[in-house]
Protein backbone atom coordinates (compact mmCIF):
# COMPACT_ATOMS: atom_id res chain seq x y z
CA UNK A 1 0.00 0.00 0.00
CA UNK A 2 1.20 3.17 -0.79
CA UNK A 3 2.24 5.94 1.76
CA UNK A 4 -0.84 8.86 2.76
CA UNK A 5 0.24 11.80 3.19
CA UNK A 6 -2.39 14.38 5.15
CA UNK A 7 -3.62 17.12 3.08
CA UNK A 8 -5.55 19.55 4.80
CA UNK A 9 -8.82 20.57 2.96
CA UNK A 10 -11.31 23.48 3.38
CA UNK A 11 -15.55 22.86 2.14
CA UNK A 12 -16.71 26.35 0.93
CA UNK A 13 -19.74 27.08 1.47
CA UNK A 14 -21.08 26.03 -2.07
CA UNK A 15 -19.20 22.83 -1.76
CA UNK A 16 -21.93 21.78 1.34
CA UNK A 17 -23.50 18.30 0.50
CA UNK A 18 -20.48 17.06 -2.41
CA UNK A 19 -18.32 14.07 -1.81
CA UNK A 20 -14.56 15.19 -1.01
CA UNK A 21 -12.22 13.75 -3.40
CA UNK A 22 -11.63 9.98 -3.91
CA UNK A 23 -9.97 7.48 -5.36
CA UNK A 24 -12.72 5.57 -7.36
CA UNK A 25 -10.25 1.53 -6.94
CA UNK A 26 -7.41 0.52 -4.66
CA UNK A 27 -5.28 0.95 -7.53
CA UNK A 28 -6.22 4.41 -8.40
CA UNK A 29 -3.67 7.15 -8.84
CA UNK A 30 -6.04 10.04 -9.16
CA UNK A 31 -8.77 11.22 -6.79
CA UNK A 32 -11.96 11.91 -8.60
CA UNK A 33 -13.29 15.56 -8.18
CA UNK A 34 -16.62 16.89 -8.83
CA UNK A 35 -18.07 20.10 -9.82
CA UNK A 36 -19.61 22.21 -7.23
CA UNK A 37 -22.03 24.28 -10.27
CA UNK A 38 -24.07 23.16 -13.46
CA UNK A 39 -22.62 24.22 -16.38
CA UNK A 40 -23.15 24.45 -19.93
CA UNK A 41 -19.70 24.20 -21.52
CA UNK A 42 -19.92 25.40 -25.40
CA UNK A 43 -17.99 24.00 -28.29
CA UNK A 44 -14.38 25.69 -28.47
CA UNK A 45 -15.22 27.07 -24.78
CA UNK A 46 -13.60 27.09 -21.85
CA UNK A 47 -14.55 28.01 -18.12
CA UNK A 48 -12.91 27.32 -14.37
CA UNK A 49 -15.38 24.77 -12.71
CA UNK A 50 -16.11 25.59 -9.11
CA UNK A 51 -15.23 22.79 -6.80
CA UNK A 52 -16.45 23.87 -3.64
CA UNK A 53 -12.81 23.07 -2.58
CA UNK A 54 -9.54 24.54 -0.50
CA UNK A 55 -6.62 22.78 0.81
CA UNK A 56 -3.16 23.48 2.62
CA UNK A 57 -0.95 21.56 -0.05
CA UNK A 58 2.05 20.45 2.05
CA UNK A 59 5.18 21.98 1.46
CA UNK A 60 7.16 19.30 -1.20
CA UNK A 61 3.93 19.13 -3.08
CA UNK A 62 2.10 19.85 -5.39
CA UNK A 63 -1.43 19.17 -6.77
CA UNK A 64 -1.83 18.27 -10.45
CA UNK A 65 -5.40 18.11 -12.13
CA UNK A 66 -5.43 15.97 -14.95
CA UNK A 67 -8.85 15.02 -17.07
CA UNK A 68 -11.20 12.25 -17.16
CA UNK A 69 -10.67 10.08 -19.33
CA UNK A 70 -14.08 8.99 -20.51
CA UNK A 71 -14.72 12.98 -20.70
CA UNK A 72 -11.96 13.11 -23.14
CA UNK A 73 -13.07 10.16 -25.16
CA UNK A 74 -16.96 10.52 -25.00
CA UNK A 75 -16.88 14.10 -25.41
CA UNK A 76 -14.15 15.77 -26.33
CA UNK A 77 -14.08 17.78 -22.95
CA UNK A 78 -10.52 17.84 -21.68
CA UNK A 79 -8.10 19.98 -19.25
CA UNK A 80 -6.41 22.24 -21.27
CA UNK A 81 -3.37 22.72 -19.31
CA UNK A 82 -2.55 19.40 -18.26
CA UNK A 83 -1.57 18.43 -15.94
CA UNK A 84 -2.67 21.45 -14.11
CA UNK A 85 -0.75 22.54 -11.05
CA UNK A 86 -1.78 23.38 -7.47
CA UNK A 87 1.19 24.27 -5.90
CA UNK A 88 1.54 24.33 -1.80
CA UNK A 89 1.11 28.05 -1.06
CA UNK A 90 -1.88 28.38 -2.82
CA UNK A 91 -5.03 29.04 -0.37
CA UNK A 92 -7.91 29.78 -2.56
CA UNK A 93 -10.83 27.28 -4.38
CA UNK A 94 -9.71 24.92 -6.39
CA UNK A 95 -11.14 25.25 -9.73
CA UNK A 96 -10.61 23.00 -12.66
CA UNK A 97 -9.94 24.45 -16.25
CA UNK A 98 -12.03 22.39 -18.42
CA UNK A 99 -12.33 23.17 -22.45
CA UNK A 100 -15.00 21.43 -25.18
CA UNK A 101 -13.56 20.12 -27.95
CA UNK A 102 -16.34 18.49 -28.93
CA UNK A 103 -18.83 19.42 -31.40
CA UNK A 104 -21.90 19.62 -29.20
CA UNK A 105 -22.27 21.86 -25.93
CA UNK A 106 -21.68 19.39 -22.76
CA UNK A 107 -23.34 19.47 -19.79
CA UNK A 108 -21.70 19.80 -16.20
CA UNK A 109 -24.14 19.43 -13.30
CA UNK A 110 -23.24 19.83 -9.92
CA UNK A 111 -21.87 17.09 -7.88
CA UNK A 112 -20.75 15.26 -11.43
CA UNK A 113 -16.88 13.88 -11.90
CA UNK A 114 -15.04 16.25 -13.48
CA UNK A 115 -11.02 15.57 -13.45
CA UNK A 116 -8.50 13.95 -11.54
CA UNK A 117 -6.44 15.16 -8.53
CA UNK A 118 -2.98 13.70 -8.23
CA UNK A 119 -0.79 14.62 -5.32
CA UNK A 120 2.74 15.05 -6.23
CA UNK A 121 6.06 15.10 -4.86
CA UNK A 122 8.38 19.07 -6.10
CA UNK A 123 11.37 18.18 -6.83
CA UNK A 124 13.50 21.62 -7.25
CA UNK A 125 16.17 22.36 -9.75
CA UNK A 126 19.19 24.46 -9.22
CA UNK A 127 20.15 25.82 -12.26
CA UNK A 128 24.54 25.31 -12.85
CA UNK A 129 25.82 27.74 -15.35
CA UNK A 130 28.42 26.09 -18.09
CA UNK A 131 29.94 27.03 -21.36
CA UNK A 132 29.38 23.38 -22.60
CA UNK A 133 27.21 20.29 -22.34
CA UNK A 134 28.37 17.15 -22.03
CA UNK A 135 27.65 14.95 -25.31
CA UNK A 136 24.80 12.85 -26.12
CA UNK A 137 24.28 10.33 -29.29
CA UNK A 138 21.41 12.71 -30.23
CA UNK A 139 22.80 15.52 -29.48
CA UNK A 140 21.25 18.90 -30.70
CA UNK A 141 18.42 16.92 -33.11
CA UNK A 142 14.91 18.03 -31.97
CA UNK A 143 11.65 17.70 -33.48
CA UNK A 144 11.15 14.15 -34.77
CA UNK A 145 14.98 13.55 -34.55
CA UNK A 146 14.71 10.19 -33.50
CA UNK A 147 12.30 8.64 -36.08
CA UNK A 148 8.71 7.65 -36.10
Given amino acids: M ?27 AGMDVVSAENVVLEPGKRHAVATGLSMAIP ?11 GLALKHGVSVPNTPGTID ?11 INHGDEPFVIARGERIAQLVLAPV ?6 EVDTLSETERGEGGFG ?3 V
Fill in 2 to 28: SKRVPVELKRLDHGEGLPLPRYATDGA
Fill in 123 to 128: TLAEWQ
Fill in 145 to 147: STG
Fill in 88 to 98: SDYRGELKVIM
Fill in 59 to 69: HGYEIQVRPRS
